[in-house]
């Protein structure tokens, strides 16, 4: 069954169902789009809530240290991820569904129409030539009708008695030409009514319905790209079912983290004080006169020691260098802290300290490389800097004194001493202002700065490799020397792009060759 057999008459009822299929293809795609739009809101909204309780700051992240405040971040971060999913199931509706079915929707509606218009024009094909067959039946009738007169009338002169045999011939010749002319007519009459009956036949059996076919088979493909739409609907929810769920898992993994025990000593460690608890308030007699309390704890207390409420309003000291104004315990916490602070500050400056020293050695026998006055201002801004930190640290460590005191003061200044201990330095890294002075380096090393720059010079540097001259080489500057074809060299130093490199002979000597005038042999790996 198919629409060209069985809906050959019903051209009206086709135009109405194919235009109510691209009715609800637009419907749909007008459906999806407002779908977007409302996950595109939704994932709008939850990451705007997610940024609004997120914690930021000192103070946040301090408090992000407990176990359930972490939970709830790690819980705003999985939603801001399901937020994102929200946002791909959007961008992936708007380009796979939307965008592609507007495009078909375009191409459908350009292809109904020529269907309808080749309907149309069989339609009219078919009632011009209906109009020609009217027009030559309507002629034959008339000739006929014009024949049959003249007939009767050429009888008519024949039988009557004053007719001349003249008048008779001339009467019969008309009858005849007219009989002529309905019979030309009678002719066509019949030459276009089997025209007319062959264009019908073809269009009812053939033209009609190949192009009813024709829209049927595009409207076929029109549901079936609605139909693709609809499973793509789901389908793309599907696709970010898996991380949703993940994201789902993680909230519920960061809710069984939580630990609230830990999270109850970590707010002991962060806000325990150290004081003693009030002693009891002792009797004063009145009847022996009034005297002052002499208890730490009396409702007269020294100065030096302030009411300490359990509950009430805080006394809000202003901060002090020596964190005084914290309980004991805060107070050694932040002073250790400093210490350290310094101690790290301090082993750097001290670093580039003694990097400056053997660089100023280097230039003094090397005066090629550099001037050597011209680090005095860096090693005495050094030095000043190193003063500053020392008289700091002592200061601290004063303080850490009296805040800890006795046996265990002496212990905590002996483990901040033992934080001081010479390191390998790279000068590169301490003294970034050198790398220039340096340009002659060997690459991609770290030496120990007292291996390599030696106060003395007397250690021996190890070769990178071993190469061979490939042509003869007068080194009439300074800091060259001569070499000779076929020559075996140890490569002291590589090539920075200069054009130059450092070899070293067996005897000992050393200089600076053309790097293109030799070939490496052997190259050691570091």
Same mark, same amino acid.
């Given at each position: 069954?198919? /629409? &060209?057999?069985?809906? /050959?008459?019903?051209?009206?009822?086709?135009?109405?169902h194919t235009q109510s299929g691209i009715d609800l293809l637009e419907l749909y795609i007008k459906f999806v789009k407002e779908r977007t739009e409302i996950e595109q809101g939704y994932a709008k909204?939850?990451? +705007?809530?997610?940024?609004?309780? $997120?914690?930021?700051?000192?103070?946040?992240?301090?408090?992000?240290?407990? =176990?359930?405040?972490?939970?709830?971040?790690?819980?705003?971060?999985?939603?801001?991820?399901?937020?994102?999913?929200?946002?791909?199931?959007?961008? +992936?509706?708007?380009?796979?569904?939307?965008?592609?079915?507007?495009?078909y929707?375009?191409?459908?509606?350009?292809?109904? !129409?020529?269907?309808?218009?080749?309907?149309?024009? $069989?339609?009219?094909?078919?009632?011009? @030539?209906?109009?020609?067959?009217? %027009?030559?039946?309507?002629?034959? $009738?008339?000739?006929?009708?014009?024949? *049959?007169?003249a007939t009767q009338h050429? *009888?008519?002169?024949?039988?009557?008695? &004053? =007719?001349?045999?003249?008048?008779?011939? !001339?009467?019969?010749?008309?009858?005849?030409?007219?009989?002529?002319?309905?019979?030309? =007519?009678?002719?066509?009459?019949?030459?276009?009514?089997?025209?007319?009956?062959?264009?019908?036949?073809?269009?009812y059996y053939t033209e009609t319905p190949q192009i009813f076919n024709k829209m049927q088979e595009m409207d076929e493909q029109r549901i079936r790209h609605l139909a693709e739409g609809y499973c793509q609907f789901s389908d793309i929810e599907k696709k970010v079912l898996p991380i949703i769920s993940k994201c789902l898992e993680g909230i519920a993994a960061a809710g069984n983290k939580i630990n609230e025990k830990q999270d109850s000593m970590l707010?002991?460690?962060?806000?325990?004080?150290?004081?003693?608890?009030?002693?009891?308030?002792?009797?004063?007699?009145?009847?022996?006169?009034?005297?002052?309390?002499t208890s730490d704890s009396s409702l007269n207390p020294p100065k030096g020691r302030p009411k300490r409420w359990l509950f009430g309003k805080k006394n809000k000291l202003p901060p002090a260098e020596d964190f005084s104004h914290l309980p004991p315990e805060?107070?050694?916490?932040?002073?250790?802290?400093?210490?350290?602070?310094? #101690?790290?500050?301090?082993?750097?400056?001290?670093?580039?300290?003694?990097?400056? *020293?053997?660089?100023?050695?280097?230039?003094?026998? #090397?005066?090629?490389?550099?001037?050597?006055?011209?680090?005095?201002?860096?090693i005495s801004e050094t030095a000043q800097h190193i003063g500053r930190l020392r008289g700091e640290l002592a200061k601290h460590e004063t303080w850490l004194s009296e805040a800890v005191g006795g046996e265990e003061s002496a212990n905590l200044i002996n483990n901040n001493a033992q934080h001081?201990?010479?390191?390998?330095? +790279?000068?590169?890294?301490?003294?970034?202002?050198? +790398?220039?002075?340096?340009?002659r380096a060997a690459p991609y090393q770290t030496h120990n700065l007292y291996t390599e720059f030696d106060d003395e010079f007397e250690d021996v540097e190890p070769p990178l490799g071993q190469c061979t001259v490939l042509y003869n080489f007068e080194g009439n500057s300074e800091g060259t020397i001569s070499i000779k074809e076929g020559e075996l060299l140890s490569i002291m130093e590589e090539d920075k792009g200069d054009g130059w490199m450092r070899v070293q002979r067996g005897?000992?000597? *050393?200089?600076?060759?053309? @790097? %293109?005038?030799?070939?490496?042999?052997?190259k050691e790996a570091f």
């Open positions: 069954m198919d /629409w &060209g057999t069985d809906l /050959w008459d019903q051209y009206d009822q086709i135009e109405k909204q939850l990451r +705007n809530l997610t940024k609004k309780y $997120a914690k930021r700051g000192s103070k946040d992240e301090l408090d992000c240290k407990f =176990s359930n405040q972490a939970s709830f971040q790690d819980i705003l971060n999985e939603l801001n991820d399901y937020a994102g999913q929200r946002e791909l199931v959007a961008e +992936n509706m708007m380009k796979g569904i939307c965008a592609e079915l507007s495009k929707l375009q191409d459908l509606k350009q292809e109904r !129409k020529g269907h309808l218009s080749d309907a149309k024009k $069989a339609q009219q094909n078919l009632e011009s @030539s209906f109009k020609q067959l009217e %027009s030559t039946k309507k002629r034959f $009738a008339k000739e006929w009708a014009e024949a *049959e007169k050429a *009888e008519k002169i024949e039988h009557e008695s &004053g =007719s001349t045999k003249l008048d008779v011939e !001339k009467a019969k010749q008309q009858a005849h030409n007219r009989m002529h002319v309905a019979e030309e =007519s009678r002719n066509d009459y019949a030459a276009q009514l089997q025209k007319y009956n062959k264009d019908q036949n073809y269009f707010f002991i460690e962060q806000h325990k004080s150290g004081f003693e608890r009030p002693a009891d308030v002792e009797f004063e007699d009145y009847t022996q006169g009034i005297k002052a309390a805060q107070r050694k916490k932040k002073l250790q802290a400093k210490i350290d602070d310094i #101690n790290k500050e301090l082993q750097k400056t001290q670093d580039q300290s003694e990097a400056l *020293e053997k660089m100023k050695g280097v230039y003094g026998q #090397n005066p090629q490389l550099g001037d050597p006055s011209s680090l005095e201002p860096q001081v201990t010479c390191r390998t330095v +790279n000068v590169r890294d301490e003294i970034p202002f050198l +790398n220039v002075v340096f340009s005897s000992g000597e *050393e200089g600076f060759i053309p @790097s %293109s005038y030799q070939s490496v042999t052997l």
